[in-house]
């Protein structure tokens, strides 16, 4: 399983659409924070903390992280060297979370920015006391296990295809819907616990939950759910490939 993570994380710098993708992530992600005029902006909201890094974060993952899975299992189909991995004495599982954790590797790397800019805030505020370390923690574990449930619903969507180009807007829908979707469907409901149902199912009441800075049972039981579904069915779709 390492292995086949190991070999993720190197196939994705072998190109140059590799250290594009981040680039142009990273450029995003300094000029919406610091340059542009606009609702992420710290300079702008007079607030030197990170709730708006956060904020932010989730709609640049919908580019990003299906941008880096979208060949994950693609191109292995098309390639035809998913026969070969296969045949490797490890189970599809297997398989799957070591593509999983590849991916997440590669994420965890560009949230290597959020203790940057901490440090950055940290040097703003006039009274580095009152600097909310809970929030920022359960922002920075939320902001992970959202990155999880992304990496998996990319991976699932990049067994459906051979075609790079389709996974990749599969996934950016899926992810996008499963994210703010639900939170918008529930709004035309009057009904409280019809609201609170969808509104449950999306991502989103989760994730901003947990930027408060609190790690409920409910909401880590929903990421493992959530991952555990969408893993499960690139497995079933992985196995309908090798029959």
Aim: charged fraction near 10%; hydrophobic fraction near 55%.
């Amino acid at each position: 399983m390492l292995a086949i993570a190991k070999k993720e994380i190197l196939s994705f710098f072998t190109t140059p659409m590799g250290y594009i993708i981040l680039a142009i992530f990273f450029t995003l992600n300094g000029l919406f924070f610091w340059v542009f005029s606009n609702t992420f902006n710290l300079i702008g909201s007079g607030f030197a903390d990170l709730n708006l890094y956060f904020e932010l974060m989730p709609w640049l993952f919908l580019f990003l992280i299906p941008a880096i899975g979208m060949r994950s299992l693609a191109e292995e189909i098309k390639s035809g060297t998913i026969g070969l991995l296969m045949t490797k004495p490890i189970t599809l599982l297997e398989l799957v979370l070591g593509k999983l954790l590849g991916i997440l590797f590669l994420i965890l790397s560009s949230l290597l920015l959020s203790f940057i800019y901490t440090f950055a805030i940290l040097q703003l505020k006039m009274n580095k006391d009152v600097f909310d370390w809970g929030a920022f923690i359960g922002s920075f574990f939320g902001l992970l296990f959202l990155a999880s449930v992304f990496c998996s619903i990319t991976l699932w969507c990049s067994s459906l295809s051979k075609n790079q180009v389709i996974a990749l807007l599969l996934s950016s829908l899926l992810c996008l819907l499963h994210f703010y979707g639900w939170g918008e469907l529930s709004l035309y409901f009057s009904d409280n616990r019809a609201y609170g149902f969808f509104n449950s199912i999306g991502i989103q009441s989760h994730y901003v939950q947990m930027s408060k800075g609190i790690l409920a049972s409910s909401d880590l039981i929903y990421f493992f759910g959530q991952m555990f579904l969408f893993n499960y069915l690139t497995v079933f779709q992985l196995k309908k490939i090798k029959q």
